[in-house]
Each structure stands twice: as C-alpha cells, then as structure tokens.
C-alpha cells in the first residue's frame, strides 16, 4: 500500500528546465500521470492491474481526447520529461529512484538493528554469583524522577500526514539508544515534523535522515541532499 501522499518539491517542479520546455497541458497531463504511477506496482510506472496504461485508458483518465494524449505525449518524452522501459512502459525517473533510496535505507536500518540484537545475546554472563542480594526496591528520587519523565509512548494518535513506517522505525531507534519517546516528547516531535513539513521537506525524509545516523533530534534535509529534478526528472 502507498502512501496517502506524494512527495512534491514546488521548488524542483519549477525549476526543472525540461518541464518549463513543454506547454502547460503537457505539464497538466505529467501530473496526472504522477499520480497514477504513485498508486503503481511496481512504483513510479505507467501501468495500471500490471499493464501498461495505453494512451486511450490514459485520456479517460485524464478526462481528453486520445489524440490530444499522444501529441502530450511525444512533446513530453521529447522533452525528456518522461523516461521508458525497455518494453515500452512511462516510468519517473525520480519516483523510481526516490523508492530505490528509501528502501535501501530501511533495509541499512534494519541490519543494524539485527546485528545490535545479535551482539546483546552473545554478551557473555558473569563467572560467578554476586556477593549480595539485588535491590528490589527503586530509591525514593529515582521513583519520583520516573514519575516526572511520563507516559511511554502509545501507538495510537499519529496524524494522517505522517508516515508510520518511518514514524515506527524513529521510534524504535530513540528506544534502541536508550532515548525512547514519551507522550510529551512525541507531542514536541510530531509539532517539529509539521513546522518543516510547512517549509517544503518530507516527514518520512526527515524522520529516515535520524534514524539511519542514530539522531535523537530532527534536522531539516539539507539542499545538496535533495536530487536535483533537472537530473532525474519527475
């Protein structure tokens, strides 16, 4: 399942030469499609129950006629705005290569996470009993110290605009280098993502960004971290 929404940088879509090349129904019809092949398996192509979508499907969809579709058409891949397979199948270049980066990312997280957990059961026990009983019982200031810190975090009440995969993973990275989130905490995050969600960048980018480096905070993503659509398009 997609996500509800689509990465989309004003900034880059306005300043991709190859887009200001074409008319603005050429434009218009890029965007339906985007749409298209972000509901897409696989991610970022033209193709609608495994098929390429052919031009009359994509006039329906684009509420046009069929010719007017594959003159856009032409204009768009003459352009260089539009990329193909070797079977013929409309695919972004920047879409495709936007899943590519995340996936590999999550996969990087993932292996630590495993190779963290595998270093934990291979910690070697004592060689011999302690010398006194443990302590049952919490000290008065540390107890009134627990108290103070909150709830842990709960799994519900994270807003629609925020992706839960990446919300999950920076959850469970903050608990791994024994940071986790309480309800306030979480509360002062989500208020963090949605400032910079209102200045242009991605929550998911952002939230991937700390969990790969092990970043307790949030940092916005830097401009020469972003792929410059001039160079792979959209």
Not at 77 to 94: I, Q
Not at 145 to 166: C, F, I, Q, T
């Amino acid at each position: 399942m997609s996500n509800p929404w689509l990465k989309f940088y004003p900034r880059d879509w306005r300043g991709d030469q190859a887009l200001r090349a074409v008319s603005l129904s050429a434009r218009g019809l890029w965007m339906e499609m985007l749409c298209v092949m972000h509901e897409a398996s696989p991610y970022g192509h033209l193709v609608l129950g495994g098929h390429a979508v052919s031009n009359d499907v994509l006039a329906r969809m684009a509420g046009t006629g069929v010719d007017e579709v594959s003159a856009l058409l032409i204009e768009l891949e003459s352009a260089g705005v539009l990329s193909r397979t070797r079977k013929g199948v409309v695919y972004s270049r920047r879409m495709v290569k936007d899943r590519n980066r995340a996936e590999k990312g999550r996969k990087a997280v993932s292996k630590r996470w495993a190779q963290g957990a595998e270093n934990l059961d291979e910690k070697p026990q004592p060689n011999r009993s302690p010398n006194r009983k443990p302590i049952t019982q919490k000290p008065e200031a540390r107890s009134q110290n627990k108290k103070r810190e909150g709830k842990p975090l709960s799994k519900n009440g994270v807003p629609d605009w925020l992706p839960r995969m990446e919300w999950d993973g920076f959850v469970a990275m903050r608990a791994k280098i024994k940071k986790p989130l309480t309800d306030r905490a979480a509360v002062m995050v989500m208020r963090t993502l949605s400032e910079l969600r209102d200045h242009g960048h991605d929550p998911g980018a952002v939230l991937d960004q700390s969990t790969m480096h092990c970043w307790q905070d949030l940092y916005p993503i830097k401009e020469g971290q972003l792929t410059a659509v001039g160079g792979d398009g959209w």
